[in-house]
């Protein structure tokens, strides 16, 4: 069975400096018509970092649209056609001052895909080296370190809420074996 939406129409909606809302008129498989808003974001990046001691580097902050501060690992969003790599190790960076010697893929995260476009690319920091911190000047975050085993337990707990470090953290755990 061909589950494909083919788009008839497209109309932007609102176009701003980080997402941009559209709504398609598509056509179903079986051939009736209905609509989908959607929100194109130029994708994200975040990162798990573990330093020599087995403790994980979260920040907190501040996220508007939940009005609490939250735990994550670090992250950021792309720029337009910035090779989501390297901006995974300048956001590493900037928020917490590591540089890791080693550095890898943990996939790709679709955080919403019932109406949200976006991408987010998950890695995991290791040996890593520190610096001063750069975080942007209207970026407000605290960093801390958690033990990683302490960490999983917060996540299976409920206590960390956000979607990227949640499946950055059991994806490491599985793929570790820590």
């Known amino acids: 069975m061909d589950l494909t939406e083919k788009t008839l129409e497209s109309v932007t909606m609102f176009d701003g400096k980080i997402i941009h809302v559209r709504r398609d008129t598509?056509?179903?498989?079986?051939?009736?018509?209905?609509?989908?808003?959607?929100?194109?974001?130029?994708?994200?990046?975040?990162?798990?970092?573990?330093?020599?001691?087995?403790?994980?580097?979260?920040?907190?902050?501040?996220?508007?649209?939940?009005?609490?501060?939250?735990?994550?690992?670090?992250?950021?969003k792309l720029e337009r056609g910035e090779d989501p790599y390297q901006a995974a190790l300048r956001e590493l960076h900037e928020e917490t001052g590591a540089r890791p010697g080693r550095f890898r893929s943990l996939g790709e995260l679709y955080p919403s895909p019932g109406y949200c476009g976006e991408i987010i690319r998950m890695y995991l920091a290791q040996d890593l080296s520190f610096e001063d911190a750069e975080p942007d000047e209207d970026e407000f975050l605290a960093v801390?370190?958690?033990?990683?085993?302490?960490?999983?337990?917060?996540?299976?707990?409920?206590?960390?809420?956000?979607?990227?470090?949640?499946?950055?953290?059991?994806?490491?755990?599985?793929l570790l074996r820590l």
């Not at 206590?159 to 950055?168: L, Q």
């Open 26 to 76: 598509v056509e179903l498989p079986n051939g009736h018509q209905t609509f989908r808003e959607v929100v194109d974001h130029h994708g994200g990046v975040c990162v798990l970092a573990l330093d020599r001691e087995g403790r994980a580097l979260l920040v907190r902050q501040f996220r508007y649209p939940y009005m609490e501060v939250l735990r994550e690992v670090p992250a950021g």
């Open 144 to 174: 801390e370190r958690v033990p990683f085993d302490e960490l999983v337990e917060q996540v299976l707990a409920g206590e960390i809420k956000d979607a990227k470090t949640i499946a950055a953290v059991l994806k490491t755990k599985l």
